[in-house]
Nanobody, 117 residues
Framework: QVQLVESGGGLVQPGGSLRLSCAASGSIFGINVMDWYRQAPGKQRELVATGASGGITNYADSVKGRFTISRDYAKNTVYLQMNSLKPEDTAVYYC???????????WGQGTQVTVSS
């Protein structure tokens, strides 16, 4: 079992920045991926950024150059630094964990990010 706890969401003005954190606990081992997804009202959940063990990262086109995913392996924590935020970034952001070779997907409870003036 893996538990994920997110923090760092909030209200920010357009052009501002936020940093999300997701602390993982439990059976964290092997080759794994920790991602950030988001879901806006009335829309499907979408992948925002991927951080695979080994340092591989990938981003949705809509956030490239503005968002940065990073991992602290000692703390089992993944971060999402979000800069130059836009109103269309408003969503609930979810942390996700999956280990290679396992069918189990783990999700955090979500944290609300609202970009508005």
């Amino acid at each position: 079992q893996v538990q994920l706890v997110e923090s760092g969401g909030g209200l920010v003005q357009p052009g501002g920045s936020l940093r999300l954190s997701c602390a993982a606990s439990g059976s964290i081992f092997g080759i794994n991926v920790m991602d950030w997804y988001r879901q806006a009202p009335g829309k499907q959940r979408e992948l925002v950024a991927t951080g695979a063990s080994g340092g591989i990262t990938n981003y949705a086109d809509s956030v490239k150059g503005r968002f940065t995913i990073s991992r602290d392996y000692a703390k089992n924590t993944v971060y999402l630094q979000m800069n130059s935020l836009k109103p269309e970034d408003t969503a609930v952001y979810y942390c996700h964990y999956k280990r290679l070779g396992s069918n189990n997907n783990y999700w955090g409870q979500g944290t609300q990010v609202t970009v508005s003036s």
